[in-house]
């Protein structure tokens, strides 16, 4: 099939517009709905799960901002930042923690910036994704355009906390701060978690090959 939009996001959008899925949920028999994800196989590119701030910050947001952020060229002051757990920390001198409990966002000097527990994020994922339908395809350009075998497709729910703590210490997981200051108050995005789209699966308990 060929490719109904250009970009990332081609692979979903053209999936959805076959089905004739205007949201990108489905209806399921068993269950309310299941997200729809379609992915380029072998694909690495990293995709959002979910955003979750509520309870997470111990420091003040505007103060983490100009304590621990940089100045963009507009002279605006910022905190946009990827952390992994498993690579070292960033410029900025903040790093990703994870213990038996939680998700820690620490400064250098041990300072505690803001703080997930893996109960939290297990709840909020199971929010977002109460099933999911993920659909794998094959991918090749001829000439400009780019197009799809969709050949497999699975459905996969039920997580849990112990899941989410392995995703985020093997690096599957990151989590992007995304806020600035907007003229004297915080402009937050949500602080989002993220994973490479290949390993997805790993934060399921139950999947079935459709």
Sequence with gaps: MKSQRRGNTGVGHTLESLLGITENNIALSDMDVAELKAHRAGSGSMITL????????????????HDYGLVDED???????????????????????????????????????????HVSLASRFEQKFPALMMVTADF??????????????????GTSSAKLKKGLEKGWIAIDLRLHDNSGTVRNHGTGFRIQEGKLPELFEEISEI
């Design 75 to 117: 002279g605006r002051p910022n905190l946009y930042m990827t952390l992994f757990a498993n690579r070292p920390s960033s410029s900025l001198s903040l790093a990703l923690e994870v213990d038996s409990h939680s998700a820690t966002v620490s400064h250098r000097s041990g300072k505690v910036v803001a703080k997930w527990s």
């Design 140 to 157: 090749e350009m001829r000439g400009k355009e780019e197009w799809f075998h969709y050949k497999k497709a699975q459905l996969l729910h």
């Design 50 to 65: 979910f955003t979750h701030d509520k309870g997470a910050w111990v420091v003040d947001q505007m103060s983490a901002i």
